[in-house]
């Protein structure tokens, strides 16, 4: 211990000798160290910490597969899901919940909140209890029973002010009072956007045979101790035969089948390649700083050469000269290691809010203790990484060796080499990184310019829900839609308004159908189409391009008897009549409710799915033929408006029509369309701040060594220049070796990524993985940073006094 006291004493007085080389060192290990303890952060909190749930790994997603109609992952019914939790056995406990909203009123402004209607098993399945009262209970979950509703602590907290009397209080939900019974956990809530929780409550319609096509509920499942997934998958394709058996109208040769999703993989999935590969970017930045650090350490290394060799003449051992080396380095990466704690604090929030909601368990990533001792690991590897080999270099120079060239103020060959060999896995890395930031820019920008089939600019959106107290059939829905869409439509700001039962870019809605006059094939595969429900003047709203026909028309007045009609996308129409012949033709939605409908218009595609994903199937039902209570609302502003300021008078209009409704989820869609593809965008920000940062420290470590080489070899330059060298060939010299460096960097750099694309093919849109371009810009652009990083140091070395550097030593 006294040794190391003495070490740590002696590398403090060493380092206040020279702060400018310890400040460098320090800040370039602070923002490897950091950046990685931030990314490592949000791993942790996405990735690693389980879900507050008891024994997680014991909780699967359970969803349904129609493979004749190309549909996978999809939800169940109800009868399915009583099918599923009494046939299957693999199974401690199975639960059904479906998501929706509840409109708080008996307050200043109804609210609109995210409830979770769940089964009474729902609660025990997932591994959960509430923090105060209790969970709903069977007897609750049935018809014309008092209402109960569970609280995440978030709701608590927003509504109650956590008050700890809140058991026994009524919240107004939807026109109802509801009791609460109890308050869940704080950190818990699923799905994460659930704010709330009430019994799931079956109608005796939807328990009906004739119902298995209505599928709306997300099914979870405990399996039993010891039970595998595989052996749960084995268990259900029994079930399935079995409800084959039973209903084979409905499941005999179309394929119907279960599948089983862990927790993790159904939260998390389609995150989990991308965070990780982000920690490895990061980590090939911290790389990049050692090397740096490694090179300034080396460089002092040349500088002390005769301070070390008297050191070891007056008896020093080697072991005793590399634990003084050891520990200057490790002083230095602890200080980089505080101060890039400091750094992850603020990189961390930066993360999840650049992320947004996109990321997924945010709200459980913080800089707790696994990131300390993951950030105090790092540094201490990183202090042994980037200080080991200078250690062991400057402690075996031979003395007399030393003692020479230290008197010439020269730098060893062996010292010169390694330095070279840094600088030469720095422009490596950098290639690395700006290969990853160059595909994945590229893939951003190639999303962003895919044709979405639709002008989003100057619409403005929202989203409401129509109580079933209130509007208990299609009547009272419909209604509701034209007389709202009436007020909104005559006020002075608005183009045109329209209102649809999911809007693009917002997900799946499905369904298997029939074409009249053409029975499918028992081999056949149809894929499904995509449902739906719009407004006349939705389409037109959104200027969809109709190519044939025309678009929906009407308002809903026109009878229940009126003929149904169908607009389809040109998807649909090239896939199913590639003659040309789709208007006029008759299709039918495998619903219990649906009838035979006319095509009377042709529109192109709109990537309902997402700009990612090609365009499907799709067919636009008359909104008063198939009214919804969960409506998305779109208005376009007139020429040169703002959509932004319609909101005040579209809220307006909605109160007059109904008070206690609310309008949520209120934005541009433009900022829809950007939120679709935010992942990708932030995947291609962070990848190209971490390989300008690589850059950055390539350049400088270039720069170092050039014009390190260059001081060292003043009194070589002086010679070459007196013998009659030209200020153009000493030039042409010092950019020469910082060139051989960076093609001996880029062809180390081309190698590790050809490697390494393969990972990122997956995560890339409308670019290849080997993407030429890509690479040989790359590569361009570090010959020009090296150019540029060795210029300077060359400059200085062509404007050497030869009598000077001759009367140098």
Known sequence: MDALRRDVRHTLRSLRQSPGFALVAVLALALGIGANSAVFSVVNGVLLTPPPFSEPERVVHLQGNIAQAGLEDISLSVPEYFDLATLSRAFESVAAYRGGNLTLTGRDIPQQLAAVAATPS???????????????????????????????????????????????????????????????????????????????????????????????????????????????????????????????????????????????????????????????????VLLAACSSVANLLLARMAARGREV?????????????????????????????????????WGTDALVALVGEALPRASQVRLDARPLVFTMGVSLLTGVLFGLGPALHGSRED???????????????????????????????????????????????????????FTPEGVLTGKLVLPSARYPDAAHKVAFQRELLGRLQSLPGVEAVGVTNLLPLGGRSDSSFDIEGRPQAPDEVWPAV???????????????????????????????????????????????????????????????????????????????????????????????????????????????????????????????????????????????????????????LLMGLFAGTALLLAALGISGVIGYSVAQRTREMGIRMALGASRTRVLTLVLGQGLRLTALGVVLGLGLSLGLARLLDAMLYGVAAYDGWTFAGVALLLGTVAVLAAWLPARRATRVDPAIALRAE
């Open 122 to 284: 729902f609660f025990a399945t997932l591994g959960v209890s509430p923090v105060l009262g209790r969970a709903f209970t069977e007897a609750e979950a049935v018809q014309g029973r008092e209402r109960v509703v569970v609280l995440t602590d978030t709701a608590w907290r927003v509504h109650f002010a956590r008050d700890a009397q809140v058991l026994g209080q009524t919240m107004q939900l939807d026109g109802e009072p509801y009791t609460v019974v109890g308050v869940l956990p704080a950190g818990v809530a699923y799905p994460a956007w659930a704010e709330m929780y009430v019994p799931f409550v079956p109608t005796e319609t939807q328990r009906q045979e004739d119902q298995r096509g209505a599928r709306f509920l997300s099914v979870v499942g405990r399996l039993k101790p010891g039970v595998t997934q595989d052996a749960a998958r084995t268990d259900l394709a029994r079930v399935a035969l079995e409800m084959e058996e039973a209903v084979p109208s409905r499941y005999r040769k179309v394929g119907w089948s279960f599948s089983v999703t862990s927790l993790d993989e159904k939260v998390v999935g389609n995150v989990r390649g991308t965070l990780w590969l982000l920690l490895g970017a990061v980590g090939f």
């Open 309 to 345: 060799s008297i050191r070891a003449a007056l008896g020093a051992s080697r072991g005793r000269l590399v634990a003084q080396f050891l520990t200057e380095s490790l002083v230095l990466s602890l200080a980089g290691g505080v101060l890039g704690m400091l750094l992850a604090l």
């Open 399 to 453: 003395l007399s060796v030393a003692m020479r060239e230290g008197s010439r103020g020269t730098e060893g060959h062996g010292s010169g080499r390694m330095r070279a060999g840094l600088v030469v896995g720095q422009v490596a890395v950098a290639l690395v990184l700006l290969v990853g930031a160059g595909l994945f820019t590229k893939s951003f920008l190639a999303l962003r310019a895919v044709d979405a089939g």
């Open 530 to 684: 995509e449902f739906r429900s719009v407004s006349p003047g939705y389409l037109r709203t959104l200027r969809v391009t109709p190519r044939e026909g025309h678009l929906l028309e009407g308002d809903g007045t026109e009878g229940p008897d009126a003929p149904w009609q169908v607009v389809i996308n040109k998807t649909f129409a090239d896939l199913y009549w590639p003659q040309g012949d789709a208007l006029g033709q008759r299709l039918k939605l495998h619903w219990d409710t649906a009838q035979w409908t006319t095509v009377v218009g042709i529109v192109d595609d709109v990537r309902e799915w997402g700009l990612d994903t090609p365009a499907r199937p799709a067919a636009y039902y008359p909104a008063a033929k198939v009214p919804t209570p969960f409506l998305a609302l779109a208005v376009r502003a007139k020429s040169g408006g703002s959509p932004e300021a319609l909101r005040t008078a579209i809220e307006a209009e909605l109160r007059a029509v109904d008070g206690n409704l609310a309008l949520y989820a209120v934005a541009p869609l433009t900022r829809l369309v950007d939120e679709s593809i935010s992942s990708r965008q932030v995947s291609a």
